[in-house]
Each structure stands twice: as structure tokens, then as C-alpha cells.
């Protein structure tokens, strides 16, 4: 799998990040820096020193999440073969547990379990990939082996 697919709701919480980042927090770093310089000589100025040595993390951060947007390839739709692939929506029935589970594979940095979004990086995703309704998959966890019965792929 692409290190750079995203969904469509990945990409906007993105930009609003960026958006966040490029207003807000450019500012908050701005003021720190005009009070510091107001405490007097800025060559023994730990506050002054402190917020531009911030202020440089921020900015990295900001060109790296730039790069990110930019190479971002938007996944629109789940494979439409049935399989489970990025995007699927994927209900399992948990053989080890008995617990019938659903969730949508999504980019890592998506993934909120208790939403119903799982990284499609992940063990149990990975295990899942290619798979088909009916298909049973085992996946190795950190807790034991668990095998898992694909009910349904959207």
C-alpha cells in the first residue's frame, strides 16, 4: 500500500490543520517572540530564545504537513471486487471472541478505533487486505492469534 492514500475526510482534516497551523499558531509563536524581546538583550534571552527555537520546529512541521497534502492521493471508493482493500468498510466476526466487529480502513494517521476506523497499516488490516465475505483470515496480535470471518465488504 501507498504511504500517501488518503480519504477524502483524512485530506480536509489535513488542510484544516494546516489552516490551524499557518493562523492561529504562527501568531501564538509571533507574540510569544514580541513579548520576549521586550525582557531586554536578546543574546541572554532564554524566553527569546525558547520561542524562536519554536517557532522553527513549527515552521517544519508546517512544510511537512504541506508535502503531506500535496502528495496526498484521495481514495474515493473501496474496491468495487468485493475484496477488502483502502476504504472498505469490513465486518468480521471474531472467532477467538465470538464479537462481530465493523470498520472502515482508513490512513494511519485517520484511525480512531472507537469511531470504527482502523489504519490500514495495522496487523489486522494487513491480515484482512484481499480478502472476501466468507473469507476467514488469522491475524497475530500482541495478545495471541485470532482468526477472523469476513461477513461483509462495502
Known sequence: MAENLITAEGLADLNAKLAEMEGHGRQEIADRILVARGFGDLSENAEYHAAKNDQAHHETAVLKLRARIQEAVVVTEAPSDGTVGFGSTVTFLDQTSGKEQTFT??????????????????????????????????????AGERKLTVVSVA
Open 105 to 142: 480502513l482508513v490512513a494511519s494517521h485517520e484511525a480512531k478505533p472507537a469511531d470504527g476506523k482502523l489504519s490500514a497499516e495495522s496487523p489486522m488490516a494487513q491480515a484482512l487486505m484481499r480478502a472476501s465475505k466468507g473469507d476467514s483470515v488469522r491475524v497475530a496480535l500482541p
